[in-house]
């Protein structure tokens, strides 16, 4: 069945360092692939996302390419702030099936 | 506005008892979910209903039981609470059906039950 597998956590880094938030995938077909975050205390909210291969999503800096080739979304950002940290979730969905997949979550802590 | 709300935030109760949560939302989708949270940070959905309608209906006890009087609202029920099911309870919504493709879904920020 389709799932959803992202890079073990907790991560943490300090301020303006890179960022990357590894996310693979498996699925038939042409999902669409989300990454959502969760700050502290809070529910999840879409950051960005990509529907077709080879899309870039990008949103506060945030960016995540479609690589079918490689079934991979990976999260990056080129200079994180202490407001980035929270848990970051990559997710699928099929436009059939009725079904969408989250990852397990990334925990990210960014310290000054 | 908020786009998705639930009551209560917290929930502190005591094993066997009943409860509820609620949840509302103001975005005219029509599709509405409910996710549990365990203290991992795991996201497990458990249901989901469209238009009233329930479409997915993943493997939960029969002691959960969501209710949708209308497409703007998915109550869930709880019978006989147990300790595992302390978690946060995330109500989402999407415009389109469970797992549509492109829908983005929002979440409500949660309710965290705890089950003494």
């Known amino acids: 069945g389709d799932s959803v597998t992202q890079m073990e956590g907790p991560v943490t880094l300090s301020e303006e360092a890179f960022l990357t938030i590894n996310c693979t995938y498996t699925?038939?077909?042409?999902?669409?692939l989300f990454w959502y975050v969760q700050y502290p205390g809070e529910g999840l909210q879409l950051l960005l996302k990509a529907t077709k291969a080879d899309d870039k999503g990008s949103n506060k800096g945030f960016e995540a390419t479609y690589r079918k080739e490689t079934t991979s979304f990976h999260l990056e950002k080129g200079s994180v702030q202490v407001s980035d940290s929270a848990v970051y979730f990559c997710?699928?969905?099929?436009?059939?099936?009725?079904?969408?997949?989250f990852g397990t979550g990334t925990s990210l802590t960014v310290i000054p | 506005d908020t786009a998705v709300s639930q009551t209560p935030k917290y929930l502190v109760t005591q094993m066997g008892n009943d409860k509820s949560i609620k949840c509302e939302q103001n975005?005219?989708?029509?599709?509405m979910y409910w996710y549990k949270q365990d203290s991992k940070k795991f996201l497990k959905i458990m249901f989901s209903y469209n238009n009233k309608e329930l479409i997915i209906n993943e493997t939960v006890p029969n002691r959960f039981s969501p209710k949708s009087p209308d497409k703007a609202h998915l109550n869930l029920h709880i019978n006989s609470l147990e300790l595992g099911d302390s978690a946060v309870y995330f109500c989402?919504?999407?415009?389109?059906?469970?797992?549509?493709?492109?829908?983005?879904?929002?979440f409500g920020p949660g309710t965290r039950l705890t089950v003494l």
């Open positions: 699925a038939t077909g042409y999902p669409s």
């Open positions: 989402a919504s999407s415009l389109g059906l469970a797992g549509g493709g492109t829908d983005t879904q929002y």
């Open positions: 997710a699928l969905s099929q436009a059939t099936g009725n079904q969408f997949y």
């Open positions: 975005l005219g989708h029509d599709t």
